[in-house]
């Protein structure tokens, strides 16, 4: 009896997992050619699936995978809430992947594959333009139909689900513009992702538009980082204005600001991203970008739907209204 393995005949084959699962569960759904060239291994291995397996497969529901960088994110928990609710009207199961900071994206996104889901929800949007690429092509390849949720890019034919970011960062800078800042910093993140590119590129524009000289000072989300970072801040420079690119940041920074004599919003304006929780009990209270995030992931999961489907979709690129949620921080 031969102990192939699905591994062994993937590789021999030079298909992914998920193309060996396809040919075995649902071979209409994989080109002939392919198919023939995979089943070719079998017979050339002997490779044997698990009969009880294959069964299970046969019955299983659709499984979406999301796949997020970190769940104690508040954006990221409001995003799920809306998935879920569109997930469970349809039944289906959902596995959730963590791709933290730092970790390999590749071998990350092998696993997922691996898992053999139906259809990916990408939720983070702390990606580099060369990981958007990345994924892209893993999925595309292996034939998953996936959704970028929050996350920018300009490739036309990536589906998205998304904010105008730049129209945003745009706004809120003129915001405190309009309100006699000259001096507005945009604290944005060391690392760079493609969010907040847009965010900065909307800042940017924005500064320009008015003479203004735009400055952007980069340190990290981890409070723990950013804190040192703004505590010696203000022996160094003249601001009237700060936007940051997480309401987190943007509340790390109030703190420290009024720590040192600064008076908000008097002699210093301060606004955030997201308008998540922190935005609601900072205090002053942090006047934010308001980014539906429940709706994006209720949109996202329906755009999925569609494309699990195989209909057609007029529009994969789906921008959905902000506003600015106002408080007493400027």
């Known amino acids: 009896m031969s102990n192939a393995t699905i591994y062994d005949v993937a590789g021999a084959a030079g298909v992914s997992l998920a193309t060996v699962s396809r040919v075995l569960n649902s071979p209409e759904k994989v080109k002939e050619e392919t198919r023939q060239r995979v089943l070719k291994v079998i017979k050339e291995l002997g490779y044997r699936p698990n009969v009880i397996a294959r069964g299970l497969a046969s019955r299983k529901t659709t499984t979406v995978g999301v796949v997020i960088s970190d769940v104690t994110r508040a954006s990221v928990a409001q995003m799920l809430s809306g998935i879920l609710d569109i997930a469970n009207k349809y039944n289906y199961s959902i596995k959730l992947f963590s791709i933290p900071e730092g970790a390999d994206v590749l071998d990350a996104l092998q696993n997922i594959v691996a898992e053999q889901v139906d259809g990916v929800l990408y939720l983070n949007?702390?990606?580099?333009?060369?990981?958007?690429?990345?994924?892209?092509?893993?999925?595309?390849?292996?034939?998953?139909?996936?959704?970028?949720?929050?996350?920018?890019?300009?490739?036309?034919?990536?589906?998205?689900?998304?904010?105008?970011?730049?129209?945003?960062?745009?706004?809120?800078?003129?915001?405190?513009?309009?309100?006699?800042?000259?001096?507005?910093?945009?604290?944005?993140?060391a690392r760079r992702y493609s969010v907040n590119d847009k965010k900065e590129e909307g800042y940017t524009k924005a500064m320009l538009d008015a003479g203004l000289e735009p400055k952007?000072?980069?340190?990290?989300?981890?409070?723990?980082?950013?804190?040192?970072?703004?505590?010696?801040?203000?022996?160094?420079?003249?601001?009237?204005?700060?936007?940051?690119?997480?309401?987190?940041?943007?509340?790390?920074?109030?703190?420290?600001?009024?720590?040192?004599?600064?008076?908000?919003?008097?002699?210093?304006?301060?606004?955030?991203?997201?308008?998540?929780?922190?935005?609601?009990?900072?205090?002053?209270?942090?006047?934010?970008?308001?980014?539906?995030?429940?709706?994006?992931?209720?949109?996202?999961?329906?755009?999925?739907?569609?494309?699990?489907?195989?209909?057609?979709?007029?529009?994969?690129?789906?921008?959905?209204?902000?506003?600015?949620?106002?408080?007493?921080?400027?």
Not at 235 to 248: E, P
Not at 273 to 288: E, I
């Open 125 to 189: 949007d702390e990606l580099s333009d060369r990981d958007v690429e990345l994924v892209k092509k893993m999925f595309t390849d292996n034939n998953i139909p996936f959704v970028f949720a929050n996350v920018a890019t300009s490739d036309p034919i990536v589906p998205t689900v998304s904010i105008d970011y730049v129209k945003a960062g745009y706004e809120i800078t003129k915001l405190l513009i309009d309100q006699g800042c000259k001096d507005i910093y945009l604290l944005s993140t």
């Open 216 to 330: 952007i000072f980069r340190t990290s989300g981890d409070t723990a980082i950013n804190k040192p970072h703004f505590e010696t801040f203000f022996a160094n420079v003249n601001v009237d204005g700060a936007i940051a690119v997480r309401d987190s940041i943007a509340v790390s920074f109030l703190n420290i600001a009024i720590n040192n004599g600064k008076v908000v919003p008097q002699n210093l304006k301060v606004a955030g991203f997201q308008n998540t929780r922190y935005a609601a009990l900072s205090r002053p209270g942090l006047t934010s970008i308001d980014i539906p995030v429940y709706d994006i992931g209720a949109v996202s999961m329906r755009l999925l739907t569609k494309l699990m489907q195989s209909k057609d979709v007029e529009n994969t690129r789906i921008i959905l209204p902000h506003h600015i949620f106002k408080r007493e921080s400027i």
